[in-house]
Each structure stands twice: as C-alpha cells, then as structure tokens.
C-alpha cells in the first residue's frame, strides 16, 4: 500500500509541475523542480587486500528534487532533494553478527553472497543547463553530494551444506553515508555517477586490516518535469 502510494504521488507531482510549465512564457522566471529516476550498475570499491572485486550488482532510486534559481535565465540553480534508494550486491566479505558484534572473513566455500540495503537520499546539486521556460529539450550538467540514511540492511550468504545464513541491520553498518555526484546528458537520457566518500561500515577490520568498503554507482538517471 505505502508503494502505491508514493507512486500516486509521484505521478500527482509531475502532472502539477508540467501544467505549471506549459503557462510559462519565453524570459519567464522558472524552476526545474523535478521527480528523478536511476538505474546503476554498482560496485563496492576500496575493498580489503583479500576480497575481490563484487560481481555484478545494481542499484535503483527515486525522488522529488526542488530547484532553487540562481540567476535572471535560470541556467544556473542550486537543488535540494529527497528520495528512496535500493542497492543489491554481490558481494565476496563474509558478514556475520555474532553477540552483537558484526564480524568480516572470506569463506571461498559459499554458494551466495548478497547484501542489500534501502536507503532515504538526500540529494544536494549544483545545476547549469541550457534551458528555458519553454524550452523541454536541453543540456545539463548536474553536479554535488548526496546523503544516504540506512533503513534495513542485510547480509545473506548460503554455505557449502546449502544451509542460507541472514543477518539484518548489524551493528558495524555505517547507517549514515554521503558521496559525490554528477549528471550529465540531454533532455530525459543522462549519464550518473556517485562515488562513495564514507565507509560502509565503521570501526571493521578483517586480518587486521580496516575495512574501509564505499560505494561506486554509474548509470542512467531520467529526470521527469
């Protein structure tokens, strides 16, 4: 219930902000307040030295972005944003909670190994295009930070007797993480990058060594008026 509705919302946001649009007049003062769309192939990055690369994973978010002009043609604005986020990874560190303690090792006798989170964004950018009032089609470059607050996160992995381990919420997951960002592309169809500058977890180590895992995304983000 609570899926649908947020997307009744969603889709009441973008009718009510495309009837504003389309009233506008050419050198009007305009915003690009926008409901935002993303699909990325992700990848855990700065992994200890014993833990490889993750396969293949992905990510998905959406939101509402509100747009803050900075200048009379409304080429350059400042954004504020919030939204939903899911990641799903493959992943090879073994997560395991254990008395309240999370614990990390590398097990090369696992079937499976996924870790999946969902996460309030808080996007903040910096944003140039080459639009107008009436101007739908255009250029952009949108660059910034966005903050992750955890909601759920958890850590499955099936061992070698086919036995599934699951592990919700541990206590070393770092609940609040934020990255930079950018966007560049025409019209609806623009490329996305957000590159992790907090840890996953925090105070992890595995052999000795800090587990210092961030997030690495990069894919498409459709922005809708």
């Not at 255009?138 to 903050?147: D, M, N, V």
């Amino acid at each position: 219930m609570k899926h649908i509705s947020f997307t009744f919302f969603l889709l009441f946001c973008t009718i009510n902000l495309q009837a504003q649009k389309d009233s506008l007049q050419l050198g009007d003062r305009y915003a690009e307040d926008q409901i935002y769309a993303s699909i990325s192939y992700s990848q855990l990055n700065d992994q200890p030295t014993l833990i490889p690369k993750s396969s293949f994973s992905y990510s998905l978010s959406t939101g509402f972005i509100k747009d803050f002009i900075l200048n009379k043609s409304g080429s350059i604005s400042f954004a504020a944003g919030i939204g939903y986020g899911y990641d799903f990874f493959n992943h090879e560190l073994k997560v395991e909670e254990i008395n309240g303690n999370t614990s990390f090792s590398r097990d090369n006798t696992i079937n499976s190994n996924f870790y999946k989170s969902h996460n309030i964004e808080f996007p903040l950018e910096f944003r140039w295009r080459t639009s107008t009032a009436n101007k739908y089609s255009f250029w952009r470059i949108y660059t910034g930070i966005k903050f992750l607050y955890n909601a759920s996160n958890s850590f499955q992995f099936e061992a070698a007797n086919n036995k599934q381990f699951k592990y919700n919420n541990v206590a070393a997951y770092n609940k609040l993480q934020y990255g930079l960002t950018i966007s560049a592309g025409y019209d609806e169809f623009n490329v996305n990058v957000f590159y992790g500058l907090s840890p996953v977890f925090k105070n992890a180590f595995i052999n000795g060594e800090s587990v210092n895992t961030k997030v690495l995304k990069f894919g498409l983000i459709f922005y809708l008026l």
